[in-house]
């Protein structure tokens, strides 16, 4: 009479793919905002977990040698579905790490929100206009505008009317952790100048993107985005700062370097966010891809 063979080498195995259940999270995605800013990578765990749990409830003790064959298939689909597990939460990780840094949580910055269906569709719409063989023109100098060339046009133009979000305009948000400034306080950017009042007694301050949209989009990777990635970053809180209407307007799609009449300490300070930015955003985009493949 044969004896069944030992379960503790079967019994690691499950416990191994048992793990993926309590990691279906890594660090609560919902501090990075609402869950669904990571639909993708959460839905490849949730049908993870649902073939775990078909692995786990399958008959696991096998007599040797009679059940050989069922017993290294069991195993190897084991090995397969911690590899798999390995892979689809190091997505969920690199999504909501991007998250976190697009949604400038420490700056109390307002949260990250999910697109509407209509705006996801004009974005791939949009995208899917950009040629394949497309190729980013030379970088401006520091002094000169971003322009958005003819391809990206469409784009552009989709992503400009979401961004920043309207109800930052009128509303009093946060951003980079400064509240929306009021009327007759100091305009940072003009010695002995003051914030304006505009015709509906709100302060004359804007949302400004710290890095032009232009540059964003023409960052490496930024177009393999899907689009509720493009969304986002083009949303970045992290890239959002108020400027009074006289310095955004003066600044426009370049750098505070090209402007001139501004204080030279404010002008010193935003180019070194604007580096700062910069890198925050390439890192985040490629962080994105990452969580895509």
């Not at 100098?141 to 009317?161: D, M």
């Not at 990635?229 to 750098?255: G, P």
């Not at 700062?276 to 985009?285: F, N, P, S, T, Y």
């Amino acid at each position: 009479m044969r004896l069944p063979v030992t379960t503790r080498r079967c019994a690691y195995l499950l416990v191994i793919v048992l793990a993926c259940a309590f990691l279906v999270a890594p660090r609560d995605p919902a501090h990075a905002g609402p869950a669904d800013l990571c639909a993708k990578p959460l839905a490849a765990v949730a049908s993870l977990k649902a073939r775990v749990d078909a692995h786990n409830a399958r008959p696991h003790h096998f007599e040797l040698p009679r059940q050989q064959a069922a017993y290294a298939a069991y195993n190897a689909e084991a090995h397969r579905l911690n590899l798999e597990k390995t892979r689809v939460l190091k997505r969920l990780e690199n999504c909501v790490e991007a998250m976190k840094t697009l949604e400038d949580t420490a700056a109390g910055s307002p949260p990250l929100t999910a697109p509407r269906s209509r705006t996801l569709r004009n974005i791939k719409d949009a995208a899917d206009q950009v040629p394949a063989n497309w190729r980013r023109p030379p970088r401006p100098s520091q002094k000169e505008y971003w322009r958005v060339p003819a391809e990206l046009r469409p784009l552009y133009e989709v992503l400009r009317g979401v961004s920043p979000p309207t109800s930052f305009r009128i509303r009093n948000v946060p951003l980079r952790g400064q509240m929306r400034p009021p009327v007759n306080s100091p305009d940072p950017a003009y010695p002995g100048a003051k914030i304006a009042r505009r015709a509906n007694n709100a302060s004359d301050v804007s949302p400004d993107h710290i890095i032009p949209l232009a540059e964003v989009m023409q960052m490496p990777g930024f177009l393999k985005l899907r689009p509720e990635n493009m969304y986002q970053v083009a949303n970045a809180r992290v890239n959002l700062q108020w400027l009074s209407s006289r310095a955004n307007d003066a600044k426009s799609s370049r750098s505070v370097a090209g402007m001139s009449g501004v204080d030279p300490n404010w002008q010193r300070s935003q180019i070194q966010l604007e580096a700062q930015v910069r890198r925050e955003l390439r890192k985040a985009i490629d962080t994105l891809l990452k969580s895509q493949k």
